[in-house]
């Protein structure tokens, strides 16, 4: 052996020595210890709740309490509904599953692991009671003499029925402990929806606040404050679907959310660098404790919606469910958009074409404006080599050059500025269309033509997409000016492409309306340039 090996073997010891020394063993003590205070601390907490609870039983001082003290398996009772196949645990007799009967493929709604929507006391075994074609209703016992009853009824209008009633049949008063109505956690989605669906999924509650005609929507998280409002309605939503508790003549508590992991999900491009955690909100809306005097009943109702955010039948229903739905910010020109689109649709029965009768009918009001502009271009392009000459005699000359290029444009009748204004006009408008067409549950399983079975789901082929990059390419390759900087060039030549590339997971219904805009602006643009042509 050398001496630098040796140095070198000696360094690398005292190294990990010291490191195992002054880093590692503490990490590890203070692990263990922590490990331990927090097992001695759970240890005494259970003792304490365990004692309290048996205690506040005796005493009649409280009666739902956080343990079960003898746990039975968990039983599932299904309610077949036309919308659905409903099935509910016995452990706080919530809805452990939502088959949705979608139009394209059934969908569980409530595919994650947990107590279930709308459970309650998860502590109470609850057993069938009784059943109709739309109803079924769950009791458990409490305590001997303290029965609660819960019921739900799914009406054909959507707005359906929860009631839950608490009968002392003793002689003494119970009072009940708080006590909550679960949400989650998660809500899922269509199969086309699966991948967006963690960003789009919250827990959301509604408030009427003064000076506003109309509710605002609020959403819920962790570090949230509670409402200082009262609310309608308080649940979770995800981009196509809706569920929510609306109480009925009794004032809820306090709500309280979480974002646990539900699952794993591809990670970036297409998993091939592992998987992620998948997260759901999970959400609970609380009923503070109540005072149940002897031989009594006390009785919580509401309502509650489950299902698809269909924006048609929320304009028939109470509780300004439609208010779920995101318009964004043009939202009134997004629902106008809207409301010419089912017109469309009840003349032509296809949603397809009243997306293009729609497009049409929009570039007809813009006319005018898309004239000016593919004339102002066309007026830009033909002035450019001039331009290009008092570019390079001006060179250095700010100043010069600036007041040429007006003489230029007051010579030849150009104003700039009037390519740029329908541009503007025309972008709030494609922003609503966006959002009216994306959330459109209209669309939902909506066909156009052969392969376009789905208008919210994206081009299963891309031969959209790819068609509007096309027609994109010929319109800007028609505008790029003689002596254009070659930057510039180039990214007038990549946008095409660019669009292309953002479209192809767009919802087809929304391609199918760009498309159709590109084609009918190319059509204006051919014939604006050749009138020119003729004019010179």
């Known amino acids: 052996m050398n001496r630098q090996f040796l140095i070198t073997a000696m360094l690398f010891l005292l190294v990990i020595t010291g490191y195992n020394q002054f880093v590692a063993l503490p990490r590890a003590r203070a692990a263990q210890e922590a490990a331990e205070a927090r097992l001695k601390t759970t240890t005494e907490e259970t003792a304490k709740d365990s004692a309290s609870a048996e205690s506040l039983v005796s005493s009649s001082a409280s009666v739902i309490t956080k343990e079960a003290p003898k746990p039975k398996p968990e039983e599932l009772f299904t309610l077949s509904l036309p919308q659905a196949e409903v099935t509910f645990s016995s452990k706080g007799a919530g809805i452990k599953t939502y088959l949705f ?17 709308f459970a309650t006391m998860p502590q109470v075994d609850f057993t069938e009671f009784a059943r109709t074609k739309n109803s079924i209703t769950f009791t458990g016992d409490i305590v001997s003499g303290l029965v609660v009853s819960k019921m739900y009824r799914f009406n054909e209008n959507g707005i359906n029925n929860l009631s839950i009633t608490f009968e002392n049949r003793t002689n003494q008063t119970f009072t009940l402990g708080q006590w909550d109505y679960n949400f989650g956690p998660g809500l899922a989605t269509v199969k086309s929806e699966m991948k967006d669906n963690e960003r789009e999924s919250k827990a959301v509650y509604l408030v009427q606040e003064a000076g506003k005609k109309k509710p605002t929507l609020e959403t819920f998280t962790q570090k949230s404050k509670q409402p200082d409002l009262p609310w309608i309605w308080a649940g979770v939503e995800n981009r196509y679907f809706l569920a929510v508790l609306i109480p009925q003549g009794w004032k809820a508590g306090d709500f309280a959310a ?4 539900i699952g794993k999900q591809d990670g970036m491009l297409w998993g091939l660098f592992g998987q992620n955690d998948l997260t759901g909100p999970q959400f609970t809306v609380s009923v503070p404790s109540a005072v149940l005097e002897a031989k009594s009943k006390l009785e919580y109702n509401s309502d509650f919606y489950f ?3 269909d924006y048609q039948q929320f304009l028939e229903l109470p509780y300004h469910l439609d208010r779920s739905i995101a318009f964004g910010f043009f939202g009134a020109l997004g629902k106008i958009a809207r409301n010419v689109l089912e017109t469309f649709y009840g003349w032509t029965g296809n949603y397809g074409v009243a997306i293009i009768m729609m497009t049409v009918l929009l570039q007809a009001v813009l006319f005018k404006f898309t004239l000016m502009q593919f004339k102002s271009a066309a007026q830009m392009k033909k002035i450019q080599p001039e331009m290009k000459r008092l570019q390079e005699k001006y060179k250095g000359n700010g100043q010069a050059l600036n007041k040429a290029t007006l003489e230029l444009y007051q010579k030849h009748k150009v104003n700039p500025l009037a390519g740029c204004l329908p541009m503007l006009i025309q972008l709030p408008i494609f922003l609503a269309l966006f959002n009216a067409l994306r959330t459109s549950w209209a669309l939902h399983g909506a066909k156009f033509v052969f392969w376009l079975t789905d208008l919210s789901s994206k081009d299963p082929y891309y031969i959209l997409p790819v068609l509007m990059g096309a027609v994109m390419f010929f319109q800007q390759k028609g505008n790029i000016p003689a002596g254009t900087d070659p930057s510039q060039a180039a990214m007038f030549k990549y946008m095409p492409l ?3 590339l953002l479209f192809m997971n767009f919802p087809s219904g929304l391609v199918l309306y760009w498309l159709t ?12 340039n050749r009138k020119l042509a003729k004019a010179n």
């Open 101 to 117: 009967k979608d139009v394209i493929a059934d969908v569980n709604l409530t595919p994650y692991e947990g107590a279930g929507y």
């Open 258 to 261: 979480d974002k646990p992991v």
């Open 307 to 309: 299902g698809p955010k």
């Open 498 to 500: 660019i669009f292309t």
């Open 517 to 528: 805009n590109s084609l009918l602006s190319y059509g204006i643009q051919t014939f604006v």
